[in-house]
């Protein structure tokens, strides 16, 4: 059996704003090409957690590795190089409203300096085929677009430097439920085709059940449950029994527990 390679590590991180906790003493360790779903409740630094991961704020105590490298020793030029191997989709796509699809996804490249116009042409081009968007589509403006076409160009933006880490900050909120499970769909068929790791934040159960090969649990400033959806279902702790075991989640995630009582 091969050695799993390691995607992203968190060790003893503490983060504190002022006298403020944020959390406490979190221990991660995710391997290349798995898919981690981030759940907690509101305010409990998920979003801050992937900030830290991506060297865009560092934490209080402890250390954060990326891609095997430490993101406290990293000279400023190589950190750089590693921010660039991580794609981000902000929660509602955070697209430039003044700038058309195009020049959207484009942006990671025109902030890079590069200045070969038909490489950046092709690449982009390539980019909105590969979520399922036309090439007529790269001149709309963002305002011209449903919410399911907002996500496809957000995550072709994060995919347009070939990243090994994807981050995803509640990538199907606000999207009705078929939009929801085609971007699904569309992420999972990605992942198989590219096998890029995945940390996103969410909330949508059908996610943690259909795509999540790991789930981690934010509360009370701690990682109270990291491991696969089996095992985070048979953890004690009250926010995971009030978050995972409530009437909706269950029905979800009846088939887990039908497969494990099997067992």
């Not at 000279?75 to 955070?94: I, M, P, S």
């Not at 160009?153 to 990538?171: H, N, T």
Request: net charge negative; charged share 25%; hydrophobic share 45%.
């Amino acid at each position: 059996m091969s050695e799993q390679l390691e995607a992203v590590r968190l060790e003893h991180v503490w983060t504190r704003f002022g006298d403020k906790v944020i959390h406490k003493d979190i221990n991660l360790k995710l391997n290349k090409g798995e898919i981690l779903g981030l759940v907690g409740a509101s305010g409990c630094g998920k979003t801050t957690l992937l900030r830290e991961i991506i060297g865009l704020q560092t934490p209080s105590e402890g250390e954060v590795w990326v891609m095997g490298e430490s993101l406290k020793t990293v000279a400023a030029n190589h950190g750089q190089r590693l921010r660039n191997n991580c794609g981000v989709l902000f929660q509602k796509g955070a697209l430039f409203s003044v700038l058309d699809v195009f020049e959207n996804i484009a942006f990671p490249l025109r902030e890079l300096k590069f200045k070969n116009e038909e490489f950046i042409q092709r690449l982009v081009l390539m980019k909105l085929t590969l979520v399922g968007l036309s090439p007529q589509d790269a001149w709309l403006k963002p305002a011209d677009l449903s919410g399911g076409m907002t996500k496809r160009v957000a995550l072709a933006r994060s995919m347009i430097l070939e990243p090994e880490l994807l981050l995803l900050d509640e990538p199907t909120s606000g999207l009705d439920p078929i939009a929801s499970e085609d971007f699904v769909t569309l992420l999972s068929d990605l992942h198989t085709e590219l096998n890029f790791t995945v940390i996103m934040v969410t909330h949508d159960l059908d996610i943690l059940r259909d795509l999540c090969t790991q789930v981690a649990v934010l509360a009370e400033n701690q990682l109270v449950a990291f491991g696969t959806l089996a095992e985070v279902l048979k953890n004690k702790h009250p926010f995971v029994a009030e978050f995972f075991h409530n009437r909706r989640a269950r029905r979800v995630f009846q088939y887990q527990e039908v497969a494990d009582g099997a067992k």
